[in-house]
């Protein structure tokens, strides 16, 4: 280099070239800063699928109330007494999926038309059977009476025998099993 050049450039001969100072501690900071931000960001956006895979049971629980076949419709246009039935039942409890049987009762209300009950008695739980000699439904654990319709006679019950939606599709008797909360003096859905 001439000695033009190194005049040029700031140096002179025999004197080093300035060394550059390190970046300032600010501006490390900020760089942390933003590089944090910027991880927090993703990692939030990332787990937005995976919040909403855990949560689905919880916002699909309304869905996973299905229907179940009773049987044909016709087979108890002329019922004289409660008759029971098994009916298959979807559940979910979280990610499990199960099928199980539960007892129903198809009778007739007041005004001669045919209705399911719940065989769970609203008391305490226990299964309510139909007496044929006394006409009547009984609970076993706690002495509970129903009327053949279900309305309460006598016992520690709250109220009558549960109803269950029902509705007929393609000449089939179909039920919307529910579960309903005991010592309730009026019907309410279980959570
Ligand atoms: S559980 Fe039915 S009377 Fe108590």
Not at 105 to 110: E, L
Not at 145 to 170: K, Y
């Given at each position: ?15 080093k ?31 937005i ?20 076949d ?17 009916v ?7 990610w ?10 198809v ?5 001669g038309?045919?209705v399911?009950l ?27 009476v ?18 269950l ?16 909360r ?10």
């Amino acid at each position: 280099m001439s000695d033009e050049s190194r005049q040029t450039a700031g140096l002179v001969e025999g004197e080093k070239k300035p060394i550059e100072p390190p970046s300032s501690p600010e501006r490390r900071t900020f760089l942390g800063v933003m590089i944090g931000a910027g991880m927090t960001i993703f990692g939030v956006l990332a787990a937005i699928p995976l919040v909403r895979f855990a949560l689905y049971p919880l916002y699909a629980k309304a869905a996973s109330v299905t229907w179940s076949d009773v049987g044909p419709a016709d087979s108890f246009a002329s019922l004289s007494a409660p008759v029971q039935k098994l009916v298959s039942v979807e559940q979910r409890d979280g990610w499990r999926e199960s099928v199980s049987e539960k007892p129903v009762y198809v009778t007739k209300d007041k005004q001669g038309q045919v209705v399911v009950l719940s065989a769970i008695c609203p008391h305490l739980g226990c299964q309510v059977t139909w007496s044929a000699d006394r006409q009547d439904f009984f609970c076993p654990c706690h002495g509970s009476v129903f009327a053949p319709d279900g309305t309460r006679i006598s016992g520690p019950t709250p109220r009558g025998m549960d109803s269950l939606e029902s509705t007929v599709q393609d000449g089939q008797l179909k039920v919307r099993y529910q579960y309903f909360r005991q010592l309730m003096p009026n019907k309410e859905v279980a959570d």
